[in-house]
């Protein structure tokens, strides 16, 4: 089986890109946190009352 990709340039600051950074990295910032310090990050989702996923209300 063989499967083709296709690249292509795409701006890298509209809101989506932005939001979805943003997320990865609270994500990974939250997992040290977690490993090592034993609380969630100062910028974690746990930290505002909500979780990821959840819709703000």
């Not at 701006?11 to 990295?25: C, E, K």
Request: proline share 7%.
């Amino acid at each position: 089986m063989t499967s083709e990709w296709t690249i292509t340039p795409e701006q890298h600051d509209p809101p989506l890109a932005r939001t979805l950074w943003r997320t990865y990295y609270t994500e990974v910032s939250d997992r040290w946190y977690l490993l090592y310090e034993g609380r969630h990050s100062p910028y974690s989702q746990h930290w505002f009352g909500k979780r990821l996923g959840e819709q703000a209300e």
